[in-house]
Nanobody, 114 residues
């Protein structure tokens, strides 16, 4: 199983991007779907989590600006990023945590210019 993240790019401050993460095949036993990010010179940090019941939680730094969602068959997870700021510049990674193992996407670069 492979996860492919996409949707990143260069955007001006205040802009939006919709990140997507697609699994190469349906993954069973998913517990949570998450997005992380890693800025240059910094450690990877958690951004958003989507629980099996559909509820979501966000890091304080993105709360109110980002929205995580998924498609019905859980093959794709999305991160809608709005009101982007230069501090959001990072590589964004998707993660599927399952009862069997963790799956990670390869990352998609988001660059926000001021």
């Amino acid at each position: 199983v492979q996860l492919q993240a996409s949707g990143g790019g260069l955007v001006q401050a205040g802009g939006s991007l919709r990140l997507s993460c697609s699994a190469s095949t349906r993954i069973i036993g998913i517990k949570t779907m998450r997005w992380y990010r890693q800025a240059p010179g910094k450690e990877r940090e958690w951004v958003a989590i989507l629980l099996p019941n559909g509820s979501a939680s966000y890091a304080d730094s993105v709360k109110g600006r980002f929205n995580i969602s998924r498609d019905r068959d859980k093959k794709q997870v999305y991160l809608q990023t709005n009101s982007l700021e230069p501090r959001d510049t990072a590589i964004y990674y998707c993660n599927y945590d399952t009862v069997y193992k963790d799956y990670w996407g390869q990352g998609t670069q988001v660059t926000v210019s001021s």
